[in-house]
């Protein structure tokens, strides 16, 4: 890639596809360069639902679990290389999308930020599912305890009922969203 002297003023002059291959050429305070073409891989699909590979011949993509949820989206690995999405279904965290050079690159979800509450009573759990649930915010249902997303309407329901709660942040899987019955 070009590298331009420090402080040049650049000033994009065309761009251009070719193939998959961005062109761009730019004007710069010494002269016009060419920046080289990146190519940007297209994903389908997983490859596999995890890596073999040790962790060294891994590369990661790292993403917010929104864009998991996502069927067309770009993304840039810790590598820099770059990858489109068009996805047939969608990922999962530590799947791999891509091998190239004896490594594998693997998306994985970051963590966020959610409110656990523990669950201690069935009926305690019964009346913290109903009133989360006509929050209609996503949730995730562990042993013991639902973690909600981290939402100011969440906030405000856990002051008024003053329910124990923990803000942890982890690999958040909630549920997935499903219509009424007929």
């Known amino acids: 890639m070009a590298r331009f002297p420090e402080h040049s003023t650049l000033k994009r002059l065309t761009t251009g596809k070719l193939f998959r291959h961005d062109i761009c050429s730019w004007e710069t305070d010494h002269g016009t360069a060419l920046i080289h073409p990146l190519k940007m891989h ?14 060294e011949r891994q590369v990661t993509l ?15 690995a810790a590598d820099g290389t770059e990858f489109g ?19 594998d690159y693997v998306v994985r979800q ?16 019964a009346l913290v599912a109903w009133k989360v649930g006509n929050l209609h915010l996503p949730a995730q ?32 899987n909630p549920m997935k969203a499903m219509a009424h019955a007929p």
């Not at 297209?42 to 962790?55: D, F, G, K, V, Y």
């Not at 790292?62 to 840039?76: D, P």
């Open 85 to 103: 999405f068009d996805l047939e279904a969608r990922l999962t965290d530590g799947g791999v999308i891509f091998h190239q050079e004896g490594n």
């Open 110 to 125: 970051l963590p966020e930020v959610v409110y656990e509450i523990p669950l201690e009573r069935p009926g305690q759990a």
């Open 42 to 55: 297209l994903i389908q699909r997983l490859l596999a639902e995890s890596s073999t590979l040790p962790p």
């Open 62 to 76: 790292s993403a917010e679990r929104r864009q998991f949820l996502k069927r067309r989206w770009r993304g840039i």
């Open 141 to 172: 249902i562990l042993d013991g305890a639902i973690r909600i997303l981290h939402d100011e309407a969440m906030a405000q329901l856990l002051e008024r009922e003053s329910w124990s709660y923990s803000e942890p942040e982890v690999l958040f």
